[in-house]
């Protein structure tokens, strides 16, 4: 069953409750990015593996976790329990069965989990993926499922916030059957670092404009 690439800053807070959802068959790797929290010592005491990686970025994170996963089928998904584990095996099923090469979780958002600011920006970006690339994508998906092979072969460079929109172009230039299926979205535990804030959500809209460039 799929690896499970869970990239960590500081989520002391909301560990427990992530792991403790992942659905069986599904392996959790922590890729810890600094935690000054005790994030990867609580990790492992869960049963997860814990990967450390001291570049500081989103895409290092992702990177460092899918080069330890070993599953032919990698998962990716936010580590702050603002994503429900249990909806994993609906978005890895299409790639489980051969039937897409990434599907992305098309974010159905609780009132209040998600800032406007962080919900406009994400809504230009799929626009602009839909202009650049003919996707009718409506999220980036921050839950997301692919094959770990084909995926490291995408060759993505990015080590910020740019990474899951790279991913995303890379697969549609590569020819890749794209696919989004929806999952809930709900507040985060503890204290958000990127979207959650305007000063992230212009970090990461900064980076993304990067790649698109």
């Not at 599904?26 to 929290?37: A, C, F, L, Q």
């Not at 989103?58 to 990698?74: N, Y």
Request: glycine share 8%; aromatic share 4%.
């Amino acid at each position: 069953m799929p690896d499970v690439i869970l990239p960590v800053l500081d989520e002391a807070q909301a560990l427990p409750a992530v792991l403790a959802a992942m659905p069986p068959g599904y392996h959790p790797i922590v890729v810890d990015n600094g935690s000054r929290d005790g994030s990867a010592r609580i990790a492992a005491q869960l049963g997860a593996q814990v990967i450390d990686e001291p570049r500081r970025g989103f895409g290092s994170a992702c990177f460092a976790g899918l080069r330890a996963a070993t599953d032919p089928v990698v998962c990716f998904m936010d580590a702050d329990d603002s994503l429900d584990p249990r909806e994993l095996p609906l978005v890895a099923a299409a790639v489980l069965a051969g039937d897409a090469d990434l599907v992305l979780g098309a974010r159905l958002a609780e009132r209040g989990a998600w800032p406007v600011h962080a919900r406009l920006a994400n809504r230009v970006l799929a626009l602009e993926l839909r202009r650049r690339a003919g996707l009718r994508l409506t999220d980036l998906g921050p839950m997301r499922a692919a094959r770990r092979e084909p995926l490291l072969a995408l060759g993505v460079r990015d080590r910020a916030c740019g990474w899951p929109l790279e991913m995303v172009l890379l697969a549609a230039a590569a020819g890749w059957r794209i696919d989004e299926v929806d999952v809930r979205y709900r507040a985060r535990a503890g204290r958000s670092k990127v979207t959650g804030t305007v000063r992230g959500t212009v970090r990461a809209a900064r980076d993304m404009a990067a790649i698109l460039g």
